[in-house]
Structure formats: structure tokens, C-alpha cells
């Protein structure tokens, strides 16, 4: 098992573009996030899916988009970049809720000029 | 709601001394409880977890943790720091029920000197 890939590793982007993290994992896992982490904090949440088609607002969801077609892939889309948008994106899967351990992807870091 | 409060941002060691990182939490449920590690440009790790089993939890490389829901704590131990132990550590909160979404602390850079 690969776990959870993300791509691209690293990203410059100019004020105003868009672009689209990709997220997969292979471990038929029903669960998925997106959280973004700031120098010096903690990881955020910006988004969660529950499953293919299911998706949820987390507590950082303003300039960002997710979709989830498929179990296996979950892509966050950024819309009209912004510089407070530079960060470090990781996402995460789980099998099931309750005692289970999120598996994170090794991150994308997104900078914003 | 649930929160977590890191009492230090950063802590400094020497090598082969101990370590104590120290993590309080808020929770109105039955929480579980994670303890990351994150190495410089890396993603995070899973060093151990509480999940209302044992408050004592051993976690990989020597890492453990005690629950102490009376003090609303989960600090991380090690009886002796290695070089190789210095990284930032997040203490996390989830609820048990729900859709496990997870509350981070701020992180504790470790720091281990020679």
C-alpha cells in the first residue's frame, strides 16, 4: 500500500490563479481530510468526507473547495489564490470513527506571492 | 467543543536526559487522545494513542503517555532523549464519536543538544 499520496510537493502560485491538490489513498478508507498547517500552529481543518459524494465544512473552509467522486481520491481546490493561503497542506484518511488512527499524506507547501 | 493547550512551544535536552512534554485538554465527551511527531519537512507519525483503554499508553521509540482525566492532562515522557527525538510534537484531541474530526495543539519543538 502506497497509504496517502499528495501531489504536487511544492507550489508557487501567483495572486488570483487557481490550482487543484490532489489527494489519494489506497487503503478503501470511507474517511478523508484536509487540514492546512501555519508556521508556529497546529493543523487546521478545512474540509472532511465522510464518503464518496459526502462532503463537510471544517473550521478554516473560506477559499477552498473539495469534491469526493471516488473513495479513493479527495482534491482541494483553491480558487483565487490569496497570499493567506500559503501553507502547508496535508491530507489525511481513516478507516472508521472512534478509537482509529488518521494516516497523513506527506504534505504539499503552497506559496502564495 | 473540544481544545488542546501545549504548556511550552519549545523545549530543550540533553542528550540522554529525560523528556516531558506536557498537553492539557478540553473535551465535553469521552475523548480520545494522539500524541504526532513531525521531523522537519516531513509528515506526521503516530507516536501513541489513548482511546479509554489503559492511562498508561506506550508508543513507538520509547514514547509514552499517561492519561489523568482529573487534571485533564496527557504529557509525553521518555526516559532518555536521543538526537534523533529532536522534532515538534503535537498533542490531538478527538472525540470518540462523530466523524473523529481532530483538534491540534500548537506544537513543542524538541530540541536535544550533545
Known amino acids: 500500500n502506497a497509504g496517502v499520496t499528495q501531489t504536487p510537493k511544492f507550489r508557487i502560485l501567483k495572486i488570483g490563479q487557481s490550482m487543484t491538490l490532489q489527494c489519494t489513498q489506497d487503503?478503501?478508507?470511507?474517511?478523508m481530510y484536509w487540514y492546512r498547517q501555519d508556521p508556529g500552529m497546529g493543523l487546521k481543518l478545512i474540509y472532511y468526507?465522510?464518503?464518496?459524494?459526502?462532503?463537510d465544512k471544517g473550521e478554516v473552509p473560506n477559499g477552498y473547495n473539495v469534491s469526493r467522486s471516488t473513495t479513493e481520491d479527495f482534491p482541494l481546490r483553491l480558487e483565487l489564490a490569496a497570499p493567506s493561503q500559503t501553507s502547508v497542506y496535508f491530507c489525511?484518511?481513516?478507516?472508521?470513527?472512534?478509537?482509529?488512527?488518521?494516516?497523513f499524506g506527506p504534505g504539499t507547501r503552497l506559496t502564495v506571492t | 467543543a473540544q481544545s488542546v493547550t501545549q504548556l511550552d512551544s519549545h523545549v530543550s535536552v540533553s542528550e540522554g536526559t529525560p523528556v516531558l512534554l506536557r498537553c492539557n485538554y478540553s473535551?465535553?465527551?469521552?475523548?480520545?487522545l494522539f500524541w504526532y511527531v513531525q521531523h522537519p519537512n516531513k509528515g506526521l507519525q503516530l507516536l501513541l494513542k489513548?482511546?479509554?483503554?489503559?492511562?498508561l499508553v506506550k508508543g513507538i521509540n520509547g514514547f509514552e503517555a499517561e492519561f489523568k482525566k482529573s487534571e485533564t492532562s496527557f504529557h509525553l515522557t521518555k526516559p532518555s532523549a536521543h538526537m534523533s527525538d529532536a522534532a515538534e510534537y503535537f498533542c490531538?484531541?478527538?472525540?470518540?464519536?462523530?466523524?473523529?474530526?481532530?483538534?491540534f495543539g500548537k506544537g513543542t519543538m524538541l530540541l536535544v543538544s550533545p
Open positions: 473535551s465535553s465527551y469521552s475523548p480520545s
Open positions: 468526507s465522510v464518503g464518496a459524494g459526502i462532503t
Open positions: 489525511a484518511s481513516l478507516e472508521r470513527t472512534g478509537d482509529y488512527e488518521q494516516y
Open positions: 490531538v484531541v478527538s472525540l470518540s464519536s462523530g466523524y473523529s474530526t481532530l483538534t
Open positions: 487503503m478503501n478508507h470511507n474517511y
Open positions: 489513548y482511546t479509554s483503554a489503559a492511562t
